[in-house]
T-cell receptor, first 114, second 110 residues
């Protein structure tokens, strides 16, 4: 157990509304990530963080923002949800730095935008 | 654009057989390679990591890496129905940004 908790686990929201997903870790790891997973695309990186207030964009960042005001929490916000953002969202951490890094994932959040 | 490719499957093998899963990647600078198992509706679970050319064995699992050919594979010996899952290949570098393949769905038939 990598000590990662995602909330909520399931959410249905309407098009155009803002949505915030939370990732909480208990072990003070520096690096945290948000991925989305869609059929045929695998896991794609949305945003990642390398420390408090230090974040950067991933491959599919349009329409998403993130914040990290505390080491343990990494928030993903869909500013105005669209149906194309219906997906399963995974938070991950990498305990190490450099070459020998292995990612560990939270349980996932299934988001449906109607 | 860095790419990681896998056959989507499904790959079907009989119980007790060897399952062979393959992955190719485009970034020659890649340094770290991982295999994840993902059961339906669950999160990915790390099962193997490999960093050097050659084979790495862990129980029934063997990862094989060939950097010259930009190829990494996972062999599962004595396949069990509980091995039925989607297997994700992930490739990383010092920049910490992994690239995942789309996954291969494995079905082990009793």
């Amino acid at each position: 157990d990598a000590g990662i908790t995602q909330s909520p686990r399931h959410k249905v929201t309407e098009t155009g509304t803002p949505v915030t997903l939370r990732c909480h870790q208990t072990e003070n790891h520096r690096y945290m990530y948000w991925y989305r997973q869609d059929p045929g695309h695998g896991l794609r990186l949305i945003h990642y963080s390398y420390g408090v207030k230090d974040t950067d964009k991933g491959e599919v960042s349009d329409g998403y923002s993130v914040s990290r005001s505390k080491t343990e929490d990494f928030l993903l916000t869909l500013e105005s949800a669209t149906s194309s953002q219906t997906s399963v969202y995974f938070c991950a951490i990498t305990p190490g730095t450099g070459l020998n890094t292995e990612a560990f994932f939270g349980q996932g959040t299934r988001l449906t935008v109607v | 654009q860095k790419e990681v490719e896998q056959n989507s499957g499904p790959l079907s093998v009989p119980e007790g057989a060897i399952a062979s899963l393959n992955c190719t990647y485009s970034d020659r600078g890649s340094q770290s390679f991982f295999w994840y198992r993902q059961y339906s509706g669950k999160s990915p679970e790390l099962i193997m990591s490999i960093y050097s050319n050659g084979d790495k064995e862990d129980g029934r699992f063997t990862a094989q890496l060939n950097k010259a050919s930009q190829y990494v594979s996972l062999l599962i010996r004595d396949s069990q129905p509980s091995d039925s899952a989607t297997y994700l290949c992930a490739v990383g570098n010092y920049g910490q940004n992994f690239v995942f393949g789309p996954g291969t769905r494995l079905s082990v038939l009793p």
